[in-house]
């Protein structure tokens, strides 16, 4: 990213910052015009909320670590969730996981270095019937073995 975009992005977010400052509750929409101007919220953007909006980093950090919707560091192309719920674990979501950071050698939570995949573990995907799911971006797929894995990543790797 060159110079002159990075200061564009910045300028937003203090732009983003100005129009909240003062609200009640003005963090959360901050927080989700950050994520949209960066696609995630590093520290130095946490920095300049806390700053801008005169409240504890620890409670950026706070909120932006609870709600799963922000990120901490930049996502890939692809974002892959495997559901850990009850129903998908008991039926073995915890092998695929395992296969998916194995054939893209990477750990959960992290991107690969190319930035094409970011790996998730959630909590409940809403489709225990289809146990275990995974949703990679928008599309669910269910009932998977970890064997069904290389097939499913060669779609996104093209």
């Known amino acids: 990213m060159t ?11 203090q732009g983003a910052i100005k129009r909240h400052h003062g609200e009640r ?4 929409p901050v927080l989700q ?24 980093l620890t409670e950026v950090y706070g909120v932006a670590t609870f709600y799963s919707q922000f990120a901490l560091e930049p996502r890939g192309e692809h974002v ?8 998908c674990y008991v039926k073995g ?15 959960v939570g992290h991107t690969t270095p190319d930035g ?6 959630t909590r409940c995907l809403g489709a225990c019937g ?8 928008e599309e669910v797929y269910g009932r998977l073995k970890p064997d069904e894995v290389p097939g499913i990543l060669a779609k996104y790797q093209a």
């Not at 892959?80 to 129903?87: F, K």
């Not at 915890?94 to 050698?105: F, G, P, S, T, W």
């Not at 094409?116 to 573990?121: G, I, M, R, S």
């Open 3 to 13: 110079d002159a975009k990075k200061v564009d992005k910045y300028q937003e977010l």
């Open 25 to 28: 509750g003005a963090l959360m």
């Open 33 to 56: 015009e950050a994520q949209s101007i960066f696609g995630y919220v590093p520290q130095d953007v946490q920095i300049q909320i806390a700053e801008g909006l005169n409240v504890p």
């Open 80 to 87: 892959i969730g495997v559901c850990l719920g009850t129903a």
């Open 93 to 107: 979501s915890q092998k695929v996981m395992d296969r998916i950071a194995q054939e893209l050698n990477v750990e």
């Open 116 to 121: 094409k995949f970011t790996l998730n573990a």
């Open 130 to 137: 289809l146990a275990p799911v995974i949703m990679i971006d």
